[in-house]
């Protein structure tokens, strides 16, 4: 057990709604990064967070934006989602940004039909 | 856009013979780590190798970095059924901030 944990397990939208998934950090650990991992392929990094700051940014669109907050939990929000979202989101944390070793939580199942 | 490229895709070996998987990347790194993936959950940080370095170990791993061919090697010695999941190679890309980018992963399956 990694000590990082995401809830929802699984979640099934409408295409066109919104969504936010929610991500509890290791303590201590102020750095948590977002990916998407569609089936069959690799994490895709989204982005990163940093002392509540967004701190670097994947090649995904505006509609895909974070929180973070002073607890080490993060939010993952998607707005206008489409059938191409449905994937495993993933958040990882780490020590600080510039610590490689991250920590994983479970995932979020996200079906959009 | 991916940076590490798994090879092979896919892999089937008996217990008790031992695995090899390879990555190759595209640019300059830091540092190359290996994760692994049990049926689509979260990962697992394996390994870190970084840029200087040749080779490490960790228990039955096994990491070898070439950086002149821009790759690098992961092998599991004695195979158990346990390391029957999806492995991953994943360097630092300096063009997205120097954030971690993943590869598409090589599916191992370990035969009883």
């Known amino acids: 057990e990694t000590g990082v944990t995401q809830s929802p397990t699984h979640l099934i939208k409408t295409r066109g709604q919104q969504v936010t998934l929610r991500c509890s950090s290791q303590?201590?650990?102020?750095?948590v990064s977002w990916y998407q991992q569609a089936l069959g392929q690799g994490p895709q990094f989204i982005f990163q967070y940093y002392r509540e700051e967004e701190n670097g940014r994947g090649n995904f669109p505006p509609r895909f934006s974070g929180l973070q907050f002073p607890n080490y939990s993060s939010e993952l929000n998607v707005n206008a989602l489409e059938l191409d979202d449905s994937a495993l989101y993933l958040c990882?944390?780490?020590?600080?940004?510039?610590?490689?070793?991250?920590?994983f939580g479970p995932g979020t199942r996200l079906t959009v039909t | 856009s991916q940076q590490g490229e798994e090879d092979p895709q896919a892999l089937s070996i008996q217990e008790g013979e031992n695995a090899t998987m390879n990555c190759s990347y595209k640019?300059?790194?830091?540092?190359l780590q290996w994760y692994r993936q049990n049926s689509g959950r979260g990962l697992v940080h394996l390994i870190l190798i970084r840029s200087n370095e040749r080779e490490k170990h960790s228990g039955r791993l096994r990491v070898t970095l070439d950086t002149s061919k821009k790759s690098s090697s992961l092998l599991i010695t004695a195979s158990r059924a346990a390391d029957t999941a999806s492995y991953f190679c994943?360097?630092?890309?300096?063009?997205?901030?120097?954030?971690?980018?993943f590869g598409k992963g090589t599916r191992l399956h370990i035969l009883p």
């Open positions: 990882a944390s780490s020590e600080d940004p510039i610590s490689y070793e991250q920590y």
């Open positions: 994943a360097t630092d890309d300096l063009r997205v901030d120097d954030k971690i980018i």
């Open positions: 640019t300059s790194i830091n540092n």
């Open positions: 303590s201590g650990h102020n750095t």
